[in-house]
Nanobody
Framework: QVTFVESGGGLVQPGGSLRLSCTAS????????LDWYRQAPGQERNLVAS??????TYHYSVKGRFIMSTDNAKNTVYLQMNNLKPEDTAIYYC???????WGQGTQVTVSG
C-alpha cells in the first residue's frame, strides 16, 4: 500500500499560482500511473491530472494551466497550478496505490 500526504494548498486570488505536493509513503519511481483528484464542496471527487508511463494528461478544464510532475528522489508528486480560477476551489488529493487509504488532501481556495 502506498499513501500520500498532500500539502501546498492555500487561499489565492484569481489568476494566481500554487504548487501542490504529494509525498508518498514509499518509493514511487517504478509506478506506472499517478493521479491528482479534487473534490469541490458538494461534489464527487474528480480526476484532474495523471502521469501515465511518464506522460501527463489533464482534464480539459485545467489543460494549459496545470502541470503535473514528479521528483522520484523525494518520492513526491507535484501539481503546479497557474492562472487559478474560482472554479478550481476544492480539496486536492493524490490517489493512493495498491489499496492504500486516501489522505486528508490539501485545500485550495481561489477567491478575491
Amino acid at each position: 500500500q502506498v499513501t500520500f500526504v498532500e500539502s501546498g494548498g492555500g487561499l489565492v486570488q484569481p489568476g494566481g499560482s500554487l504548487r501542490l505536493s504529494c509525498t508518498a509513503s514509499e518509493d514511487i519511481s517504478g509506478v506506472y500511473r499517478l493521479d491528482w483528484y479534487r473534490q469541490a464542496p458538494g461534489q464527487e471527487r474528480n480526476l484532474v491530472a495523471s502521469l501515465i508511463g511518464g506522460s501527463p494528461t489533464y482534464h480539459y478544464s485545467v489543460k494549459g494551466r496545470f502541470i503535473m510532475s514528479t521528483d522520484n528522489a523525494k518520492n513526491t508528486v507535484y501539481l503546479q497550478m497557474n492562472n487559478l480560477k474560482p472554479e478550481d476551489t476544492a480539496i486536492y488529493y493524490c490517489e493512493p496505490l495498491n489499496g492504500g487509504a486516501w489522505g486528508q488532501g490539501t485545500q485550495v481556495t481561489v477567491s478575491g
